[in-house]
C-alpha cells in the first residue's frame, strides 16, 4: 500500500484581505439562502424543482441589481448555486 503524504498551508493575511474574505462570505450565504427559498417556492407554486442552470441564469440580473455582488467571481457564486443544487438532490 503507498502512503499519501499531506500538507497544510497556512494562508496570512492582512486586515483588509481579511475583511474581503469575509465580506465575500456573507454574500455566498446570502445567495445560498436566498436561493434555497426560491427552489421552496418556486416547487409550492408549480410543483417543479428549479434546475442550477435556471438559478444561473438569474445571477446576471442579481449582480445587476446588487453591486456589492460583483465583488465577488462570478465561478465562485456559480459554484455556491452548484452546491446547493447537490445538497437538494441528495
Known amino acids: 500500500m503507498r502512503m499519501r503524504r499531506t500538507f497544510k498551508y497556512r ?3 492582512n486586515k483588509e484581505t481579511i475583511k474581503n474574505a469575509e465580506k465575500w462570505l456573507e454574500l455566498c450565504r446570502k445567495l445560498y439562502n436566498k436561493a434555497l427559498e426560491e427552489r421552496i417556492e418556486y416547487y409550492k407554486k408549480t410543483g417543479k424543482s428549479l434546475t442550477w442552470f ?3 441564469y438569474g445571477l446576471k440580473y442579481l449582480r445587476k441589481e446588487n453591486p ?3 465583488q465577488v467571481n462570478f ?5 455556491v448555486l452548484f452546491q446547493l443544487n447537490v445538497a437538494y438532490k441528495n
Open 68 to 70: 456589492e455582488y460583483k
Open 54 to 56: 435556471d438559478q444561473i
Open 11 to 13: 494562508i496570512y493575511g
Open 75 to 79: 465561478g465562485v457564486l456559480s459554484m
